[in-house]
């Protein structure tokens, strides 16, 4: 049975109320009809755009859209959709006699940077992935396992990092971890105690990753950005930092490639100083108008690592990722994680490589690079239609663009868009402490919405900007 706590509607965000699929979802929808959260005249997502967001079957959804068709909440004409119904003014009522219900906290549409679609996690095949994995695993892949992660992911990851990043790897220098931040927290505490004080950052970044940094015992001196990437000639500039973080294909948040010059800055700096560059590749294969641009670990093996994540490919509830290391970090590493947590998931590594293995990782990262470039060119166009006067940049690759606003505008347009029911961050959330006041933008997700809520949210972010 369905917990009657989760959420129906990633697109029409309807909280539950009943015990059944099609009970919860009528009365959720007759609530946010009563309450005027859906107008009159608002369309509905198709019963199998909504069943697929909800993971129920198509009849579930169309049967409670006909029993409210009756009742006379929404309409449904055809070639129109289903629709929610007129209706007349409600009367006024004594407020003392109205339970206060609680304030809705939750955006009705959310914008913000750093999930992909969860609508599109590819259930079947993954599922067919896992039986097969389970199917053929050892009775020693359900024991405590090695930290290091199981050999057949680290196979297959080398592989395929190889292939798909250019990044130089074999199973030996393969951590598998629970995504970037765990594989962060982990090299922090073995640079700390291989004595480096300063990991320098990029001026615009998660404060979540300089702060596991910092809870490690390291500072964090920026770098400065600009339309470049990361000015990394002035690494030398930095005596005590041992390391730097850096985001090369795909700049977050600011969204540009680290121009050819700079990554070569960047590894003469590790050579001739001794440091590492710690690389996250967090988007590397969304790419839609240029060729892919290479790991930055192909460049020196030995001197950067690299970390990536089924985060953004697959989903960040599963928890997995990889870090490829110098042959002289992964005795380190590997005894940081076994006296940490000693591993992840085995039966979710197997499926994964499985998955890769099948060939079915490459389909669905193809399916969702068409789907976010569809996004992308959408969002391109309704900003060229109804907000000319903002330009756009960070769109040839990953699942987020950078909305240019004028001068004096960020916090305004934020606050306009909360009102509205909308999410949204600037990118002032992202800049370091350390770092000169920048310009006026916003970071907008547009990966994250379902294919459902995609055309609303678009909607609401093109009313609120100047």
């Known amino acids: 049975m369905t917990d009657s706590r989760a959420t129906f509607g990633a697109d029409l965000h309807l909280e539950p109320v009943g015990r059944g699929l099609r009970s919860g979802l009528m009365e ?6 009563r309450t005027g959260r859906l107008a009159p005249g608002t369309r509905l997502p198709s019963s199998r755009v909504l069943a697929a967001d909800l993971g129920v079957a198509r009849n579930t959804v169309a049967d409670a859209y006909a029993e409210l068709v009756a009742e006379g909440w929404l309409t449904a004409r055809q070639g129109s959709g289903t629709r929610v119904a007129p209706r007349s003014a409600p009367r006024r009522t004594d407020p003392a006699a109205v339970p206060a219900r609680p304030v809705r906290s939750r955006a009705w549409y959310d914008l913000k940077p750093g999930t992909p679609d969860l609508s599109g996690f590819p259930r079947t095949a993954w599922l067919r992935a896992a039986r097969k994995a389970l199917t053929a695993a050892p009775d020693d892949a359900f024991g405590y396992g090695d930290p290091q992660g199981r050999v057949e992911l680290r196979t297959v990851l080398a592989e395929y990092l190889a292939r798909a990043r250019g ?83 795909h700049q977050f948040p600011t969204g540009v490639p680290l121009h050819p010059d700079r990554r070569a800055d960047a590894v003469d700096w590790a050579r001739s100083t001794g440091g590492l560059i710690l690389e996250d590749d967090y988007d590397g294969e969304f790419r839609y108008d240029r060729q892919p641009v290479g790991a930055l670990q192909g460049l020196d093996p030995e001197r950067v690592v690299h970390l990536g994540t089924a985060s953004k490919s697959l989903a960040p509830g599963l928890r997995l990722g990889w870090m490829v290391l110098p042959r002289s970090l992964v005795a380190e590493v590997v005894a940081a994680k076994g006296a940490a947590d000693r591993t992840t998931g085995t039966p979710d590594q197997l499926t994964l490589a499985e998955f890769i293995a099948s060939g079915a990782y490459d389909r669905h990262v193809r399916s969702m690079r068409l789907r976010y470039r569809r996004r992308r060119d959408q969002l391109v166009a309704a900003l060229a239609d109804r907000a000319p006067g903002v330009r756009v940049g960070g769109i040839a690759a990953g699942l987020h663009a950078v909305l240019e606003l004028p001068a004096g505008s960020e916090r305004s347009v934020i606050q306009a868009a909360a009102f509205q029911g909308l999410a949204l961050e600037g990118l002032a959330r992202y800049r370091h402490p350390d770092a ?14 379902s294919e459902s809520a995609w055309a609303g949210a678009l909607d609401a972010l093109c009313r609120v900007l100047p």
């Open 28 to 33: 959720a929808l007759r609530e946010a009809v």
């Open 167 to 249: 990044v130089y790897a074999d199973p030996e220098r393969i951590v598998v971890c629970a995504g970037f931040a765990h594989g962060l927290a982990l090299l922090g505490r073995v640079l700390r105690a291989r004595r480096v004080r300063e990991v320098a950052v990029e001026s615009y970044g998660l404060d979540l990753h300089t702060k596991l940094l910092t809870d490690a015992g390291l500072r964090i001196p920026c770098l400065p950005l600009d339309e470049h990437g990361s000015r990394t000639g002035e690494l030398g500039a930095l005596r005590g930092a041992g390391a730097v973080l850096l985001t090369p294909a």
């Open 436 to 449: 000169p006041a920048g310009r006026d933008a916003l970071v907008i997700g547009y990966g994250s919405p």
